[in-house]
């Protein structure tokens, strides 16, 4: 079997070894709205970095601190623990910037720092669901130890989504395939869809209800602690339909600058390497326009290990045509 | 970033957490080549197996164990390490073949077996570039303790081939990227595209040369050592053309049966989730039909991480229009 390393798209390449780490930074890097965000919130705000000391936090390639020494900030400390940093440098120096960034390769806990505080931090962190296997707990150490009064972060803000889909075409095709493989019935199988969440991308089409805040962090103030959270959500179906998912996403928002800017994985936008998070639900849920879906979701790190969550979604739902009591406990490992 | 997990495919899913490794087994049960290759190799030569007792290496989902029984094993035991084990227990007995197959949850190396040898062993160990985190110890150790003296193996041969390929195309379009990122050059990134053999599907168009083999393995006889090897080759251009890339593919034979079977991951026949494996060239070769690419590869595990492989191609080029000597080490991690 070769299943240690899977690639997912016939049509698409996969690099072995220390490329494998770097085809993550080509994919990153082709994620425009992604990295346009970064681009724009700098490049459009420059004035807000002119003169300033700024610090990268997962800088990669360096992107994101050459933009900000060509937005003027007086220096960069780009840091950086994976081999990518060695190229770093290599980009930083060839584009006549190493006199204003600083490639620190190393742990963000473990470095010597030159400077005792920086102005503005930035760091692109987020991960699937926005938190799952984020640099963000890095962040906000960082920024505790380093960053001015009144410093900024960039972004400053991010907010989890929650949404209803029909998707019941995709789940019958999964669920179906288990059924007769080579003539062995292998159903049992097909239980495991719904346990696990997906990530894949969403369209508007499939979205059948408005879509509900379960969290809000200004990543100025937080604690590191508000990552674990529970959230009452209510729904309200726009089609009538059956409801066979939640769909979650996330915003992070550049919103403390003169010219604020957002970037969004909503499955209304154009998608982004992200993509978004479904959560398939047991049995489907036959809706109307106006119905309400009432429920719960509590997201916590998993305590077997840190790295993994724990999403528990519930949800009452009561209509003439179906009640549905309805508890799931997802892991995102 | 979310680069920790990354999935290629933009239509394609990726499931998180245990159903990731379940996912894998989708994966492998989808590509018919693999699996029909087992099944056909198996159901043909059911005298083979009638009133057999039969091993299964890595059974995972149990698939290849419940072939056997169905072909009349007298009883199989399937060896899972991974959770799917307990899936394989539920499927076999969904199945009815509980009486006839035993799921032993494990490492080979560890687990009991209620049987001091068994008549033939089936496994499915084969990894990128055949041998890349391959199972081969596993099955070579499990055929030195159990398999009776005479007794099968399927696979029971394994070869790998070299060819030359024409891709400028993909080569380009992969360099160049670097050369402008948001108006950063990045262009040293590019040599990386060299370094790493790439996991890509070639088609039959694109090859120049013709094949050669360098490597030949009688599962049945081998050592564990053979897995490491130098070989010369040979290839003959047959077309005019310029020559970017060396491509390796394997296949495996199910020879010593009544009928005999070839599971093959060829470019010139149906692509297989194994695809092909391409090794860059540094520059381009320019080539006449009928001139002859010699050189030497060589593979070794590699002394750092016992998982890697570490593999030395070299060539000499000697033609009209082009001299060229070239030799590169290209990690597999």
Redesign the interface.
Known sequence: ??????????????????????????????DKER??AY?RAIERNYNDFKGKIVMDI?A??G?LS??AARAGAAHVYAIENAEIAH?AK??IK??GLADKITVLKGKMEELTIPVPKVDIIIS?????FLL??S?LDTVLWARDKYLVEGGKMLPDRAKIYLAAIEDGQYKHSKTT?WDD??G??????AT??I???????CNGDMIISDSCKILDLDLVKMDKGDVEFTSEYELKFIHSDKCHALVAWFDTDFADLEKPITLTTSPYCT?T???QVVFYLDNELTVKKGDVLKGSIAVRKSKVNFR?LDIKISYHFDSPQCTEHFVQLY???
Chains 1, 2 share one sequence.
């Open positions: 079997m070769s299943g240690l390393i899977s690639e997912k798209d016939p049509g698409h390449d996969y690099y072995f070894g220390s490329y494998s780490h770097f085809y993550i930074h080509e994919e990153m890097l082709k990295t346009l681009k997962g990669g390639t992107i050459i933009f190229y290599e980009i060839r584009n692109e962190w987020m991960g699937y799952y296997e640099m395939f493989v080579y062995v019935d292998m159903s049992c199988m495991q869809c346990k696990e969440p997906l990530i894949d991308t998608p390497h992200w993509k993994e892991k995102i490992k």
